[in-house]
């Protein structure tokens, strides 16, 4: 039932980008400054794995792949951290920096959690063809802003998203899909499309927080899930891991790594004949006209004179 006061349906998309993009600015030094926090540990984690690739004679040998998983994992975490900062910073209009930075840091954890649990739903629902794992990011895509003010992680915040989305799943997903196809333009635009992108993600946070206020606001507060409910989604969102991690062990089977190791090993070494290999090389790109041309012998003349 709507709240009391509460509008009878979501807003036009102008009207949500234009409001989302108000409070964008209101809020851009805070966002700037998360972002200095978010970026600059990312960043020294992808230079750090491409300095240990590039040094590494070969790139499969198993201890530098450990450290490359690692810093993939770091950065995955990383990330999930900068995400739960966005959050924070859109749900709580008065915090300032410190606060965004020390309430991310405590939470990533369940933030982690509630991101794997998303992908692993998401994933069970495209294996049964595109359109149930669409229904379901619809479902689950303000999960995140739950658990920002209600503390609620987990399966809980991912079935709360879903009965706020129930009855306007299609006005969402106009909504939803008009900023996505924003975020995919701006994305592959030349030369300054991967720092619009950037510039963009906390935009794209605010425009969807914007459209959990309005669900909010009509809906009210929701009931807690049943455990019914809680066992029947983690049983799928288990499911969604097993094919993801068959898939994942599928595709290492299908790579022949002492292939690689051999072509990695030949693309280190060193000729011990280079120079004369680099001879021949320039011998036999020589263009046949630029070579010395053999006479031939007049008919009746023998050849040694």
């Not at 006061?5 to 807003?11: E, R, V």
């Not at 794995?49 to 040998?61: A, G, L």
């Not at 899909?177 to 935009?203: Q, R």
């Not at 809906?219 to 969102?237: N, Y």
Request: net charge positive.
């Amino acid at each position: 039932m709507p709240a009391q006061g509460g509008p009878a349906k979501l807003t036009g998309i102008g009207e949500l980008l234009g409001r989302s993009w108000h409070l964008y600015r209101m809020r851009f030094q805070v966002f700037s400054l998360v972002y200095i926090f978010y970026l600059t540990p990312l960043m020294l984690i992808s230079a750090f794995c491409f300095f240990v690739y590039k040094i590494s004679p070969h790139p499969v040998n198993p201890f530098i792949m450990a450290w490359i998983i690692a810093g993939v994992i770091m950065g995955v975490l990383v990330s999930v951290w900068g995400q739960a900062a966005f959050v924070y910073a859109v749900s709580d209009p008065a915090a300032g920096v410190r606060s965004i930075i020390h309430r991310a840091t405590e939470s990533v954890r369940k933030f982690f959690w509630l991101y794997l649990l998303f992908f692993a739903l998401t994933i069970a629902g495209f294996v049964f063809f595109v359109i149930p794992g669409l229904v379901m990011m619809v479902w689950f895509s303000f999960a995140v802003f739950i658990l920002a003010s209600r503390g609620d992680s987990g399966i809980d915040a991912l079935l709360e998203s879903r009965e706020y989305v129930k009855g306007f799943w299609w006005p969402v997903f106009i909504r939803l899909l008009a900023v996505w196809a924003l975020s995919f333009a701006f994305g592959y635009l030349p030369v300054i499309g991967s720092l619009l992108s950037l510039l963009f993600m906390p935009y794209l946070v605010t425009y969807t927080s914007q459209l959990y206020d309005e669900l909010a606001n009509i809906k009210g507060a929701m009931p807690k899930p049943t455990e019914r409910q809680r066992k029947k989604w983690s049983f799928i969102a288990t499911a969604g891991l097993i094919v993801t991690v068959c898939v994942m062990i599928y595709g290492a089977t299908q790579v022949d790594f002492k292939q690689m190791l051999s072509e990695s090993i030949k693309g280190v070494s060193i000729p011990q004949k280079g120079e004369a290999v680099r001879k021949s090389q320039q011998l036999r790109a020589v263009p046949p006209q630029n070579q010395t041309k053999t006479k031939t012998p007049l008919p009746g003349i023998p050849r040694s004179i």
